[in-house]
């Protein structure tokens, strides 16, 4: 995949859904997506693990408005800093995008047209009088419908939250507040964070924007459907048994489930507002976006200590030591006792796996013995239920 955007004759974005129909006509107009290629050796962009909050000014292209929807969230904000283009074209590039797609996506539940617009305005005007808000100042950015977002609606796709407006943001969202994104939009998802595909009583179904047949996955399948077709460059999502994984891989989009308790999950739902903080294993707060460095600089962005989640701990957020392949030592495996695994995934792992051995790193093929999933998970379950 290519975080830059080379093509001289990127004329338009996405014309008609679903995108796969888009793809075969002309395969470099979405070569933002992940699954669209190998990443271009001639890119100037540092390697992953490098980009921080602080990052140095990257060489990129003046855009056109209309690859704006397609360009990573770090790239637009760089675009913005330099003045190459403002916030508000930003801002108006998406929301025309929304208003194209949304209607057979079904990706965004809650649009904040006004307050966006405002918002954009102002970071301009900042950016005239010497001022930044920090590394996504004037960058839209949507959020799953399960984080509070103050003075906007937030349902988590159920009944009883269906007029819910938090008067405080959830942790991760004011940080992304604090770094200058400027809130779009909630995006839709499963009742509860509670399916492994995105319905609920309040918004109709959302849509795979490959193949509108089909679903975009779940919990978050908004979020990852809303970023595969330029409706948001960044979206943040949570994950404790696939609901950002699996999205991900259904739209084709980068997803991070990060390590427990590096991100705060004060703010998000489940539990209901009002209920005693219960879910305190493997439920995490993680992002979607169609570039890596837009992961990770999300990542920096959002992890750390917080006095609202004291089970947080304050651990630093270090670059990799520089270890070289040959120190490093991978384990995996591409079977799954109680899910079957399709042909073309085990192959792609298996090239993978290949191709990292010949590389130089140790690899070994390996399954937890006597390990079942559906025990241990209603087990968690049941420990859960006890402590409420």
Same mark, same amino acid.
């Given at each position: 995949?290519?975080?830059?955007?080379?093509?001289?004759?990127?004329?338009?974005?996405?014309?008609?859904?679903?995108?796969?129909?888009?793809?075969?006509?002309?395969? $470099?107009?979405?070569?933002?997506?992940?699954?669209?290629?190998?990443?271009?050796?001639?890119?100037?962009?540092?390697?992953?693990?490098?980009?921080?909050?602080?990052?140095?000014?990257?060489?990129?292209?003046?855009?056109?408005?209309?690859?704006?929807?397609?360009?990573?969230?770090?790239?637009?904000?760089?675009?913005?800093?330099?003045?190459?283009?403002?916030?508000?074209?930003?801002?108006?590039?998406?929301?025309?995008?929304?208003?194209?797609?949304?209607?057979?996506?079904?990706?965004?539940?809650?649009?904040?047209?006004?307050?966006?617009?405002?918002?954009?305005?102002?970071?301009?005007?900042?950016?005239?009088?010497?001022?930044?808000?920090?590394?996504?100042?004037?960058?839209?950015?949507?959020?799953?419908?399960?984080?509070?977002?103050?003075?906007?609606?937030?349902?988590?796709?159920?009944?009883?939250?269906?007029?819910?407006?938090?008067?405080?943001?959830?942790?991760?969202?004011?940080?992304?507040? $604090?770094?200058?994104?400027?809130?779009?939009?909630?995006?839709?998802?499963?009742?509860?964070?509670?399916?492994?595909?995105?319905?609920?009583?309040?918004?109709?179904?959302?849509?795979?924007?490959?193949?509108?047949?089909?679903?975009?996955?779940?919990?978050?399948?908004?979020?990852?459907?809303?970023?595969?077709?330029?409706?948001?460059?960044?979206?943040?999502?949570?994950?404790?048994?696939?609901?950002?994984?699996? =999205?991900?891989?259904?739209?084709?989009?980068?997803?991070?489930?990060?390590?427990?308790?590096?991100?705060?999950?004060?703010?998000?739902?489940?539990?209901?507002?009002?209920?005693?903080?219960?879910?305190?294993?493997?439920?995490?707060?993680?992002?979607?976006?169609?570039?890596?460095?837009?992961?990770?600089?999300?990542?920096?962005?959002?992890?750390?200590?917080?006095?609202?989640?004291?089970?947080?701990?304050?651990?630093?957020?270090?670059?990799?030591?520089?270890?070289?392949?040959?120190?490093?030592?991978?384990?995996?495996?591409?079977?799954?006792?109680?899910?079957?695994?399709? $042909?073309?995934?085990?192959?792609?792992?298996?090239?993978?796996?290949?191709?990292?051995?010949?590389?130089?790193?140790?690899?070994?093929?390996?399954? =937890?013995?006597?390990?079942?999933?559906?025990?241990?998970?209603?087990?968690?379950?049941?420990?859960?239920?006890?402590?409420?």
């Amino acid at each position: 995949m290519s975080d830059t955007n080379n093509s001289d004759d990127r004329k338009k974005v996405v014309s008609n859904l679903p995108l796969q129909e888009e793809l075969s006509k002309n395969p $470099s107009e979405l070569q933002a997506l992940p699954s669209q290629g190998e990443a271009n050796p001639k890119s100037k962009l540092r390697p992953f693990g490098k980009l921080r909050a602080s990052q140095a000014q990257l060489p990129i292209q003046n855009p056109k408005s209309n690859d704006l929807v397609f360009l990573p969230a770090y790239q637009l904000a760089q675009t913005i800093r330099d003045r190459n283009v403002s916030a508000v074209e930003v801002l108006e590039a998406h929301l025309a995008q929304i208003a194209k797609y949304n209607s057979q996506l079904n990706a965004i539940c809650t649009l904040d047209e006004e307050n966006a617009r405002i918002r954009a305005k102002q970071a301009d005007e900042a950016l005239v009088r010497g001022e930044s808000w920090g590394a996504l100042h004037g960058v839209p950015v949507t959020i799953k419908d399960i984080f509070a977002t103050a003075g906007l609606r937030t349902t988590a796709g159920y009944i009883p939250l269906k007029d819910y407006i938090p008067q405080q943001d959830a942790t991760a969202v004011a940080r992304l507040r $604090s770094a200058g994104a400027i809130i779009i939009a909630k995006t839709n998802m499963a009742e509860l964070a509670g399916d492994y595909q995105s319905t609920n009583s309040l918004f109709p179904r959302v849509n795979n924007p490959w193949n509108l047949d089909c679903t975009a996955g779940g919990s978050s399948g908004g979020s990852a459907a809303a970023v595969a077709a330029g409706l948001s460059p960044l979206d943040l999502g949570n994950d404790i048994a696939g609901s950002v994984r699996q =999205p991900a891989h259904f739209c084709g989009v980068y997803g991070l489930k990060p390590t427990d308790r590096r991100i705060s999950t004060a703010g998000m739902i489940p539990e209901t507002p009002g209920m005693p903080y219960s879910l305190r294993q493997m439920m995490t707060v993680g992002c979607f976006a169609r570039s890596l460095f837009d992961i990770e600089l999300c990542f920096s962005l959002i992890a750390g200590a917080d006095l609202r989640r004291p089970d947080v701990p304050p651990v630093p957020l270090d670059s990799p030591a520089g270890k070289s392949l040959q120190e490093l030592k991978l384990a995996w495996s591409d079977e799954w006792a109680e899910v079957p695994v399709s $042909s073309e995934i085990r192959a792609a792992m298996g090239a993978i796996a290949q191709k990292l051995s010949l590389a130089g790193v140790q690899i070994d093929r390996w399954l =937890p013995p006597n390990f079942d999933l559906s025990y241990e998970f209603a087990k968690c379950l049941l420990q859960i239920v006890r402590h409420e």
